[in-house]
């Protein structure tokens, strides 16, 4: 059961919140539901774009596995993009994006969930530490089509599409492009067995 003081805390933060990614500029279409205070910071001329019935959840009352950090949605250079499709659901889930990250609607990326369409640091350039970030390319984007499910502490790496309604289990890391309608896992994750049940059109 939610303590009260949490339930309280949670309404006045959420009004604040609200205010603040707007002057950010992050588009928010619709509903938004904010449990606990995400970092979110948009580079300039990048584009971060929330769309109806999202969920962000930074606090581990309010999640069943609670989160070992606040969901941290971020763009890194301008002309990159975040989009997060309606009904989606992130718990204490990274999206870091120097060129494009989208999620489609209903994705539910599980507690500590990492997606990255960058390595952050050059890998064939020296010294690493005071280079700046690699410029991206249009195949680093990751796609993350309607109704997947990543399981908690899931990476998924740059220039992945995983398909609509695919199950990706916990821990995993996703390299290489996966299939709709699988359930996959490991490092790399492979693909296990194909769903029964298919994704519902309407
Ligand atoms: C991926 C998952 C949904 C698959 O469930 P399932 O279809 O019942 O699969 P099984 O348990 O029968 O496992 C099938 C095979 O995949 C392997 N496997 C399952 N999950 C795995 C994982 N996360 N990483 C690596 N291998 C995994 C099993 O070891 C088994 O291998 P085997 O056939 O060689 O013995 C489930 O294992 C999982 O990871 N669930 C966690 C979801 C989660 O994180 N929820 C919290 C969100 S907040």
Redesign the pocket.
């Known amino acids: 059961v939610i303590p009260r003081s949490e339930v309280v805390v949670q309404r006045l933060m959420q009004a604040w919140l609200l205010r603040r990614l707007r002057r950010l500029g992050v588009s928010v279409n619709g509903r938004l539901t904010i449990i606990g205070a995400p970092i979110i910071d948009s580079y300039p001329n990048s584009t971060i774009t929330l769309d109806d019935g999202v969920t962000l959840v930074s606090r581990s009352w309010w999640?069943a596995?609670g989160v070992s950090r606040p969901v941290i949605i971020r763009t890194l250079s301008p002309g990159s993009s975040i989009t997060i499709g309606a009904g989606s659901g992130l718990?204490g889930t990274t999206l870091c994006s120097a060129v494009g990250i989208t999620l489609g609607k209903r994705v539910l990326c599980?507690?500590d969930v990492l997606i990255a369409d960058t390595d952050f640091h050059p890998i064939e350039q020296f010294p690493r530490v005071s280079l700046p970030l690699p410029v991206g390319i249009q195949s680093d984007r990751i796609v993350i089509e309607d109704d997947v499910f990543l399981?908690?502490r899931c990476l998924v790496l740059k220039g992945v599409t995983i398909g609509a309604g695919t199950?990706v289990?916990?821990?995993?890391v996703v390299s290489r492009s996966l299939p709709p309608g699988v359930?996959a896992?490991?490092n790399p994750a492979r693909v296990?067995?194909a769903l029964v049940s298919s994704v519902d059109e309407s």
């Open positions: 999640t596995l718990s599980g507690a399981g908690a199950v289990g916990a821990g995993s359930v896992a490991g296990i067995r």
